[in-house]
DNA sequence: ATGTTGACGGTTG
DNA sequence: TCAACCGCCAACA
């Protein structure tokens, strides 16, 4: 069952930011929630990537690059089994980040190479400018 | 209003 | 080094 109610603001804020990760490079849970000013609230960047989940036939929201948030070591953490990770390791992989295998079978971006500037607070303020009100 | 749930991240032993 | 804890805080039941 797709939900189709619009997220709430927060969720908003995250999809907002992570839409604007170029491709080929990454950024962390903990960073997007510093960059839209919710400092600490690194859990609850991922839980609205899971969210997505439920959106993907919702075209306001299948378009969120969700592959290029990780943690902040480069450490896939999506949930879902094997076939999850190695299905975000593979996207990333397409866009042309480096992404290694570690020992325990878990994957890795090379983070040194590919992690994301980020935008800074000016920016921010004017992506999130009037959000709320709109889808 | 209150308790539970996490696609996190830093600390501890 | 590495696993186990534990604080974090918005959403949701």
């Known amino acids: 069952m797709p939900d189709r109610k619009p997220p709430a ?10 839409r604007r990760i170029p491709a080929g490079q990454v950024t962390s849970y903990g960073r997007v929630a510093e960059m839209i000013g919710h400092q600490g609230a690194a859990r609850q ?5 899971s969210a997505l989940k439920n959106r993907q036939d919702d075209p306001d929201y299948a378009d969120v690059p969700w592959q290029r948030v990780v943690g902040h070591n480069g450490e896939i953490r999506i949930k879902g089994g094997a076939h999850s990770r190695s299905y975000q390791a593979e996207l990333l992989q397409q866009e042309g980040v480096t992404v290694r295998q570690a020992a325990d079978g878990g994957f890795v971006v090379e983070v040194e190479t590919h992690m994301w500037e980020g935008l800074l607070p000016h920016e921010v303020d004017r992506l999130l400018a009037g959000l709320s009100s709109g889808r």
Request: aromatic fraction near 26%; proline fraction near 0%; charge should be positive.
């Open 9 to 18: 603001l927060f969720y908003q804020k995250v999809y907002a930011l992570v």
């Open 45 to 49: 960047v991922g839980y609205a990537m």
